[in-house]
């Protein structure tokens, strides 16, 4: 399955690319504002067979440009069950984890994206994601895909940002 935008398609996430996402959960860059924690490659590959057995309900994709089939990042969809902020709904996430990469547009083209696939799929609805408030770039590509702000909250695992962040919400 190939998920086409304008420069960059949406492939899902398969234990080949679980190399460069521990690459990338070791880059104290790229994981800054996030919640992520670093994994060792043991633990993703056991994390993919897991998932390959037992498939989940989430949906993770890798990130591709298209020009060159170069993978640059990761982003997904995860549902949720009526817990805290987001209900009964979605959240999506976005990471580009190559950094030479950063500031060219395809993590907007990824978000927007990822949430017409979200339309397409499960029809019109709202789609949640946090957001640290010190994260400007991020803000940015988010609000590009229609996102607006509607909580702020603290939370202490998001020691980077004095535990502050955005919940943003966008209606597909």
Known sequence: ???????????????EYA???????????????????TYTLEEELKFCEEREKNPDPDECFCIFIKENDKLIGTCGLHRHNDDGDFGNEFSAGLVIGEKDEWGKGYGTDAMKTLLKYTKDTYGSRPVYL?????????????????FKVVK????????????EHYIMKAEL
């Not at 640290?132 to 609000?143: C, H, K, M, R």
């Not at 702020?152 to 535990?163: A, F, H, L, Y």
């Open 152 to 163: 702020k909250r603290k939370d202490e695992k998001r020691v980077n940002s004095g535990g």
């Open 130 to 146: 946090t957001v640290d408030i010190p994260n400007i770039p991020a803000q940015t590509v988010y609000e590009k895909c229609g």
């Open 1 to 15: 399955m190939k998920i086409e935008g304008e420069k960059i398609y949406l492939a899902p996430f398969t234990k």
């Open 19 to 37: 190399a460069d996402w521990v690459r990338w959960t070791q880059d104290e860059d790229v994981i800054r504002y996030s919640v992520m924690r």
